[in-house]
């Protein structure tokens, strides 16, 4: 059973066959014109047996995809819903449906809520809500360590055999050496996955932007890309040490890419995401927006050669996911002066167009690729190789269905999430998620919204 | 909206040559009122001027209060602590509560880089920034451009040094903008923790090879026409930018001896407040090249200037 399954309680949806589509699913080497027949929540069947069976079945839901793109949902392992504690900025309801409408069909919840999720009761909470609220799955994240204080380890051992993956102190990293080998060793008898927010405290002090040209004309405190690199590089050595396995959360720094490409190439087992803004944005959108807070997050927009940077990791697969970093925040937070405004900027309604848009398009990488990116590696990550992040048959039935060709204009004020804070607002991104499907039901249609 | 055709003065980055031009001409109008017996005019008679301090200041503030009592506006002066304010929906608050008592001008010093652009792009009233932390302090920038156009007659063509703590300097970066506008060069100076190299990129765009980056003091003297000394702060030290006073005082005081390196007649200045014996020496400041005391009475003729441009009416001028 899986402990995320949404809609407990409700009677099974019927059969349903899409045909039309071209079916990307890299995990499963498919790429072509496909039928796919769900049953039961799950894939039933793919191509002519697909139609076949549908021929069989009773009351079976047709829907035509001609001209779009089917894909396995997308796997987001970097998300801040912002429940429990910070309910005005983001719900679990709230942040599952603008999940929902970015083709995105599982969300890793962060813990850093309030109370900080470390324990098997929060955990819990977060899961009920979810089966209440949630259009999409979440699976919860927990804290390395007791209320994200970075001084004694979690209950990693109960919180892992509740079902627990993911372990992080995002919104910090384990900054105490000791006791991140002590979490990796420990960690990996359960073979939970930990992942690192890469920031040294000393270097970043202060700083509200990057540093270089942009913060010294603005007069913003500079942070340089070295907090990011130089704790990538501790972790490393920690991962080698120990043989367990890390993963770094946000990397933004061309020096932090070039020491896990190294490591990767040593055979370490390190793993690592970017966020969009990563790739679509560099320090010179603060330079066009002096001061607007919607470029304001943690890590910081880099230099363009950061950018370049990361866009040529996620081609030679130095990194192996995308994923938001979703952080909503309201007016309080954001409509403020830059150095009181809050880190973080939306991401979940935008990351598909932009991975299409900024990468896929221009031909930077594949469409296979960008699925490898934003759901099968992330899927086998959380350990659900075969379950998600593929439509290879028996696998969950979570897709998402888009228009490569459709241009849309990112406005704020039409997103699901109940915050605005993104740097994207009047960008014209072309690819468009249309549909979007989850354990076998439609939760998402463009133009009509969230399907309750 | 006054002569200079904008709501507010946020930077010395964003005026062009003929601005800057228009400012300093109507500030030697004003210095004249200023020689005379009687020191009023009344060219914002009726209109608000709040003087809004989140940090302590007191050449600033008694500045533009002077500057503004000379052209009849009903002053306010208002200190607050920073921690009082710590989120700005509090401060647009503040200044809404202002605008409803019909705010003609708010003067606005913040330790927040960017903060008076903030407040000017949600407020009806013309916003002077007075220092915004870290960016610019840009009546500051025209009060200097003012006293060396009248040592020299012209700011086209010198060589300017700027030496001390230029990171975290307001001052300075409109002290550079200002120059480069006008047509002068710019050795910036101090050492690499308070003065990076990467600085110079920051002008290289614009004006390409007109600043430059140096380490030495003597180097960065050798064939100024002025130079512009900042002041040292102190709890710089916490975080590891220079060893002690003393060592940065052996490589950066400007000292009589050092000041000989310049060109003959170089112009001192300094924004104060000053830690003598520290970036400069008692005799420097003093001497005879010293323009410190001149920088503050330019200093109210400059803030009537852009008060009168900003705010005044046409008729009144």
């Not at chain 1, 819903?81 to 910070?86: D, F, I, M, T, W």
């Not at chain 1, 994200?148 to 384990?174: M, S, Y």
């Not at chain 2, 000041?259 to 970036?279: D, I, Q, T």
């Not at chain 2, 008692?282 to 003729?301: K, L």
Request: with cysteine.
């Amino acid at each position: 059973m899986n402990p995320d399954a949404p809609f407990p309680g409700r009677a099974e949806a019927a059969p349903l066959l899409i045909t039309g589509a071209r079916l990307i699913d890299p995990a499963a080497g498919v790429d072509g014109a496909m039928a796919l027949l769900v049953e039961g929540g799950r894939v039933a069947a793919l191509g002519p047996g697909a139609e076949r069976r549908a021929a069989e079945l009773p009351g079976v839901e047709r829907h035509d995809a001609a001209g779009l793109w089917m894909l396995p949902g997308l796997v987001d392992l970097h998300v801040h819903l912002r429940e429990p504690g910070q309910e005005g900025k983001e719900t679990i309801a709230s942040g599952t449906r603008a999940a929902a409408a970015g083709g995105i069909t599982t969300v890793v919840a962060m813990p850093n809520t309030l109370p900080a999720t470390d324990s098997v009761a929060i955990v819990e909470l977060v899961r009920a809500k979810a089966r209440e609220g949630g259009v999409v799955r979440v699976l919860p994240a927990a804290a390395v360590t007791k209320a994200r204080q970075g001084a004694e380890l979690a209950e990693i051992g109960e919180l892992a055999r509740a079902g627990v993956v993911v372990f992080t102190d995002d919104g910090d990293g384990v900054a105490n050496a000791e006791l991140m080998r002590r979490a990796l060793e420990y960690g990996a008898m359960f073979g939970v996955l930990l992942v690192e927010h890469c920031e040294d405290k000393a270097l970043s002090a202060g700083g509200v932007m990057n540093e270089g040209t942009v913060s010294l004309r603005l007069g913003l405190r500079g942070w340089p890309k070295a907090a990011e690199a130089s704790y990538v590089a501790r972790d490393l050595v920690l991962a080698e040490a120990t043989g367990a396995r890390v993963h770094f959360a946000h990397l933004s720094g061309r020096a932090s890419l070039d020491l896990v490409r190294a490591a990767k190439a040593k055979g370490l087992r390190v793993t690592a995401e970017t966020a969009p803004h990563y790739f679509a944005l560099s320090e010179a959108w603060l330079a066009e927006h002096p001061y607007d807070t919607a470029g304001k997050m943690n890590p910081p927009l880099g230099s363009e050669e950061d950018r370049l940077a990361v866009v040529q990791a996620l081609r030679d697969g130095t990194l192996d996911c995308i994923a938001t970093d979703h952080a909503p925040h309201g007016g309080l937070d954001k409509n403020v002066e830059f150095d009181q405004a809050a880190f973080g900027i939306l991401g979940l309604e935008t990351s598909l167009a932009l991975t299409l848009d900024v990468l896929v398009r221009p031909g930077r990488i594949t469409p296979a690729r960008a699925v490898e990116l934003l759901s099968a590696k992330p899927a086998e990550l959380l350990g659900l190789k075969g379950v998600r992040g593929t439509l290879a048959v028996g696998a969950d039935a979570d897709l998402c269905l888009v228009d490569p060709e459709e241009a849309w204009t990112v406005d704020p004020e039409r997103f699901q999430s109940l915050s605005r804070n993104t740097p994207f607002a009047g960008r014209t991104l072309t690819g468009r998620v249309k549909r979007t499907l989850v354990a076998g039901r439609w939760v998402y249609a463009d133009g009509r919204g969230i399907l309750d | 909206m006054g002569t200079l055709g904008r709501k507010d003065l946020l930077d010395l980055e964003g005026l062009t040559a003929e601005e800057i031009g228009m400012i300093l001409d109507e500030a030697e109008a004003f210095r004249e009122v200023g020689l005379r017996p009687v020191k009023k005019v009344p060219a914002l008679r009726g209109r608000t001027v709040i003087n809004l301090f989140f940090e302590p200041s007191t050449r600033t503030a008694t500045s533009f209060h002077l500057a503004a009592q000379r052209l009849s506006a009903d002053v306010l002066d208002i200190k607050v602590g920073d921690s009082s304010v710590k989120k700005g929906e509090t401060l647009l608050d503040t200044v809404a509560t202002f605008e409803a008592m019909d705010l003609g001008v708010l003067i606005l010093r913040t330790a927040h880089s960017g903060s008076a652009a903030f407040v000017a792009r949600h407020s009806r009233a013309s916003i002077v920034n007075a220092g915004d932390g870290m960016h610019e302090h840009p009546t500051q920038g025209l009060l200097d451009l003012f006293t060396l156009r009248r040592r020299f007659g012209r700011v086209e063509g010198l060589e300017v040094a700027i030496v001390g703590d230029v990171l975290h300097s307001r001052v300075a970066r409109s002290d550079v903008w200002g120059l480069l506008k006008l047509g002068a060069r710019v050795r910036l100076c101090g050492p690499a923790t308070l003065c990076p190299q990467a600085l110079a990129a920051v002008w290289e765009g614009a004006f390409p090879g007109r600043v430059r980056v140096v380490h030495e003091l003597e180097a960065a003297l050798e064939g100024a026409d002025a130079v512009q000394v900042l002041r040292i702060q102190l709890e710089r030290l916490q975080r590891f930018l220079f060893p002690s006073t003393r060592e940065y005082s052996r490589h950066y005081c400007l000292t009589s001896a050092r000041l000989r390196g310049a060109k003959p007649g170089c112009l001192v200045m300094h924004p104060g407040p000053m830690n003598r014996g520290l970036e400069i020496s008692g005799g420097v400041a003093d001497g005879p090249q010293s323009a410190i005391r001149g920088q503050v009475a330019n200093g109210v003729a400059v803030r009537m200037a852009v008060l009168h441009l900003l705010a005044g009416s046409e008729e009144a001028a």
